[in-house]
C-alpha cells in the first residue's frame, strides 16, 4: 500500500519547484505530454539538436526519452542526452514505444538502453517482453498481452539494467526486482486515448525529479495517472472530453481526492 | 442511397478487429488523426523511419500517407512504404495536402502516386484539380474551388490511377470514374478545424482495412465524418469544442444515430 | 489607449480576407497554432521543405518563424524563408523559443535576426534579455524574469533590429523604441497550457499580415490573446479547458466583448 503522505508530498515538491523535465519524445503526443507536465505543475521543454541536447540536459531536473517516431538522428540525440544525464547523475526515464512490432524499435530500445542504464523504463506488456524475448510481438503501438503476464519479464528487465520497470495495463506493475508495487487505479476508456502511456512516461519524469527512490517515484506517478483518469472519466463523454478533463484533473488534484480514489 | 446496413457492418468491423493502420503523416495533425482512429475503434500506429516502414507497413491492414508538411527524407519513407504496401495487397490511401500549392507539393504527389497507384485518394477540389491541371492553384492548404467543380478532374484521375478519388467539400464526392456517390453530411465549421480534411483521410484508412470495396469504404467513411461532424456541432461553441466533440461522437456513434442522420 | 474601433477593423479584415499565414514553427505547438489562426479567421499552413519555402512563403501574407525544437535542416529553412519575405516585402514575426536556456538557441537567433531583421519579435522578458545580454538565462522555455525589467532590453533590441519587440508577461510591452504600449488582459493560468506564447506569435502573424503598423498590429494581437483568454478562464476548470475555450473564444470574439475586456 502506498503512503498518502509520501505521494502527496511529492506533487506539493513538483508544484512548489516546477522541475525541469527534458523531453525527447514522439511527434505525436509532445503537445500532449508538454500539457500533462505542466498541469501536474512541472516546467517541460522539448529540444532534440544534437548541437544543444547536452546544455539542455545539463540545466534539467530530469530527462524523458521516448522512441515513438524515432528516426536516426533522433537516436543519435537521444543517445548524446542520456550520457549527459547520466554523468550529470540527472535520472533519465525510458519509453520502448513500439518495442516488439519492428526489429528497428527493439533493437534501438536495446542499444540505448545498454549505453546508458535508464532509472526507469515503462511500457505496456508486450513492449517489455519484447524487450526480454524477442519472439514477443507488439501490435503497432498497442499491448497484445497483460500487464500479469509481463512480471517475469519486468523483473528480469530490471534486474539486468538495476532500474525500476513500469508495465502499465488494467493493473500496472512497478517492480525494481526486489519489490513490486501494484496500481489498481486507472479506467479503460484511456486505451482510447493517444499517448496515455507516453503521458505516464513524463508524469513519471516529474515525479523522479523530486523523488530519489525510483520505486516510489513510478508507483506515485501511476497512481496519479490512474486517480486523474478515474476522476476525468467521470465526466468524459468520450475519449475527446477524456483527453481534456485529465489535464484539468492534474492541475485540480488534491489530497482529499487522493484519499477517495486511492485502491 | 447508401445501405445503412453495409455502414454499420464497416464500424462493427473496424470495432471488433481493431484493423493497424499504419499513419505517415504530417506533423499538425499526427495527434489528431491517431485520436480520430482511436476513437473510432481502429489501432493507429505513427512511424517513418526509412529504416522501419517496410516492417511496420509489412504488419498493417492499412497505410495512409499524408504529405503535408513533407521533406525529402519522409518522402522516402512514403516511397518505400507504398511500395511494400502494394506488393502486400495492402490498400493505400493517399493525401496530397496542398497540392497546387507549390510544385514540389504537385510533383511529389505525382511520383509517389505514379510509382505505386494508391486506391484511395482524397483531397479538396483545388488539390484533386492541381494533380490534373498544373495551372489550378492551392491557397496554401485550403480550396479555392467547389468540390463539384472537380468532378471532372476526379474522373480523369480515378481513370488515370484506377483507383477511387474523394473530393470533400460541402458536398463531397466518391468516384471511381464509372460510378459517383455523393455524401452531403458534414458542417461548415470543421474547416475551421485544422486537419479535419487529414482526419477524413485517416477515417478512410480505418474502413479501407475492413472493406474491400475502395468506392464504398470511401463513401462509409466520408459519411461517418459528416455525421459525426454534425452531431459534434450541435453542442460546440466554436472550434475548439467541435474538435473534442468530434473524437467522442466517433465513439459513441450508433446506428440509430446513422439513419436520423444520413442524408 | 489602444483604439477598439482600429483593434476591431484589424479583426474584420483578418475575417473577411483570410489572410495565409506561412508558419515555419515547433512540433509541439503546431496544431495549437493552426488551429488559434483557423478560430480567428486567418488561413494556416505549415511548410519547412528548403525545396518549397520559397514558393510557400512567396503566396503568404506573413510569415511566422518560431524555433522551438529547432535543428540544423529547419534552420536553413528558416533562414531561406526569411530572406524570400525580405525580398517580397513580407511581414516577419520571429518567436526566439528558448533564447538563454542554451547557446545554440541565442546564436541560432542572432544569425536569423542578423541575416534578416524581422517586422516583429515576441518571446518571454527571459529571451528577450538573453537577446541582448548574454549572461541572462532562461529556464527551458519559461521565463525567470517580468516583463517590466526587460523593457531596456526591448528598447535595445527593437533600434539595433529598426523592428517591434514585443515582452509578454503578467503585462505585455510592445515597443518600437519611440512608443510602447501596454496589454494589461490576460490570465495566469494560460501560463500552464504549452505554447501560449507561440499562439500568441501566431495570432500576431495574422494582424501583421493586415495592419501595416508592426506596432499596432502586435498590440491589437496582444490585447485579443488576453482578452480571450479571459473570456476562456471564465469557464475552464483547468488548462485543458482553457485550451479549449481560447479557441472558441477566438472564434466568437465580438466587438462589444473588447469594449467590455479591454483594459
Given at each position: 500500500m502506498l503512503s498518502i503522505d509520501k505521494l502527496w508530498q511529492d506533487i506539493e515538491k513538483i508544484r512548489n519547484t516546477s522541475p525541469l523535465v527534458h523531453n525527447i519524445t514522439n511527434y505525436v503526443v509532445m503537445n500532449t505530454t508538454a500539457n500533462a507536465l505542466l498541469a501536474i505543475g512541472a516546467s517541460p521543454v522539448m529540444a532534440h539538436a544534437v548541437e544543444e541536447v547536452e546544455s539542455m540536459t545539463g540545466i534539467a531536473n530530469s530527462l524523458v526519452i521516448n522512441i515513438?517516431?524515432?528516426?536516426k538522428k533522433w537516436i543519435e540525440a537521444m543517445s548524446l542526452a542520456m550520457k549527459t544525464a547520466k554523468t550529470k547523475r540527472i535520472p533519465i526515464v525510458f519509453d520502448p514505444v513500439?518495442?516488439?512490432?519492428?526489429s528497428y524499435r527493439t533493437e534501438t530500445c536495446l542499444k540505448l538502453m545498454n549505453e546508458t542504464h535508464p532509472n526507469i523504463i515503462r511500457g505496456n506488456a508486450s513492449e517489455i517482453m519484447a524487450l526480454v524475448d524477442s519472439k514477443i510481438k507488439t501490435k503497432g503501438v498497442d499491448?497484445?498481452?497483460?500487464?500479469?503476464?509481463?512480471l517475469k519479464a519486468a523483473e528480469n528487465l530490471a534486474e539486468a539494467y538495476g532500474c525500476t520497470v513500469i508495465v502499465s495495463g488494467k493493473v500496472d506493475l512497478i517492480t525494481d526486482e526486489t519489490d513490486t508495487i501494484y496500481v489498481k487505479n486507472?479506467?479503460?476508456?484511456?486505451?482510447?486515448?493517444?499517448?496515455s502511456g507516453c503521458t505516464a512516461t513524463a508524469i513519471v519524469g516529474a515525479f523522479i525529479a523530486v523523488n530519489e527512490s525510483s520505486l516510489f517515484a513510478g508507483a506515485h506517478a501511476m497512481a496519479v495517472m490512474g486517480i486523474c483518469g478515474e476522476i476525468a472519466a467521470?465526466?468524459?463523454?468520450?475519449p475527446g472530453s477524456l483527453q481534456l478533463n485529465l489535464l484539468d484533473a492534474f492541475y485540480n488534484l488534491t489530497k482529499s481526492q487522493i484519499e477517495d480514489y486511492l485502491k
Open positions: 515513438g517516431t524515432l528516426s513500439g518495442a516488439g512490432a519492428t499491448s497484445a498481452h497483460t500487464s500479469d503476464t509481463a486507472g479506467h479503460e476508456m484511456l486505451s482510447k486515448v493517444t499517448g467521470k465526466n468524459a463523454k468520450g
